[in-house]
């Protein structure tokens, strides 16, 4: 069964004790905060013939089908592969699961992750599925970025809003499923993450902390002129082409921030505060003006899974990136 979260409490009650359920449920907010969770632990309820409670019983014959990933009545539509998007005919198979028969004589629960991930072929031929789902069929789509989505789409579900833990609820938890960890570590985590939870510690697992250490040691080499831009985007081919950008992203607004502010408190993590000090100092307000316009460019295109060319992206960024400080 589907781990409960101490801060999706109020809202499971909420979805999980309504008389009537809707026929789409848009369930969105950050990365890592559990929402597929929720999703698979409210499928589990919907399809659950003996329910117990709120929660499904886990012991009828639905249940154990569902367990074992062989449900007849249960579509989950997701990216065949890591990164990629949901292809039209994904979807359309989908839409012929939708308009058969529940074989068990029950509902029919559908769960779609990311739903952003469809391009506008396949989020066109969802919206009559989406519209008028036959007979008993519920519908859970997971958004990490809703905004991407169709307006079509959005308008055809019931919006809910994922909460997001507390900062005391994310450190219990995660110290819980990091006990080897240590209360700065756990906090470094949560900054990398966003807060998102489920994040830090996919990021654990990852090595983000190393990984962010390395690529600081890197940016402080480039500016001493101690590696080039070439060596050193190679360097960093064990890095997430989005990490880089979030974080590259995230400097540039705190160089803004300080040019406009003088605000020392707001210069970020301590890793790269004197760095962005420096560079806010050293630098020319219009070219990290410049700079920000195209990182945000560029990391539109990571996100939206574009073919880009990795190492030459990486030094175009960091032949910027070394020539930030100079005359203003």
Not at 56 to 68: D, I, P, R, W
Not at 121 to 147: F, R
């Amino acid at each position: 069964m589907a781990e409960a979260f101490p801060w999706q409490e109020a809202l499971w009650q909420q979805l999980a004790g309504r008389p009537q359920h809707a026929h789409a449920y848009l369930l969105h907010g950050p990365a890592g905060i559990g929402k597929r969770a929720l999703a698979e632990r409210f499928m589990a309820r919907l399809l659950c013939q003996q329910p117990a409670g709120l929660d499904a019983c886990g012991q009828c014959k639905a249940c154990h089908l569902l367990a074992a990933g062989t449900h007849p009545d249960n579509f989950i539509l997701e990216p065949e592969e890591a990164d990629k998007a949901i292809r039209v005919d994904q979807v359309r198979d989908l839409v012929s699961f939708v308009v058969q028969t529940a074989q068990l004589g029950g509902r029919k629960v559908v769960l779609i992750e990311p739903v952003e991930s469809m391009n506008i072929n396949a989020s066109n031929a969802l919206l009559k599925s989406l519209e008028e789902p036959s007979g008993n069929t519920v519908l859970l789509l997971i958004s990490h970025q809703p905004s991407r989505l169709l307006p079509t789409v959005k308008s055809r579900c019931v919006q809910q809003a994922c909460p997001l833990p507390t900062l005391q609820q994310s450190q219990s938890w995660l110290q819980q499923k990091l006990p080897d960890c240590d209360v700065d570590v756990i906090s470094e985590l949560l900054f990398l993450a966003s807060g998102s939870p489920l994040a830090a510690v996919q990021m654990h697992e990852q090595g983000v902390i190393a990984q962010r250490a390395e690529v600081v040691e890197g940016v402080k080499k480039l500016l001493k002129n101690q590696i080039g831009p070439s060596q050193l985007a190679e360097s960093w081919n064990a890095v997430s082409l989005q990490l880089l950008f979030d974080w590259f992203c995230q400097w540039s607004q705190l160089m803004l921030r300080y040019q406009l502010t003088r605000d020392e408190e707001g210069l970020g993590q301590a890793d790269m505060r004197k760095v962005v000090q420096y560079l806010a100092e050293k630098s020319a307000q219009p070219k990290v003006l410049a700079i920000q316009d195209w990182l945000l460019a560029q990391r539109q295109k990571v996100i939206n899974k574009a073919n880009l060319n990795r190492v030459l992206l990486l030094e175009a960024l960091l032949v910027q990136w070394a020539s930030l400080p100079g005359p203003r």
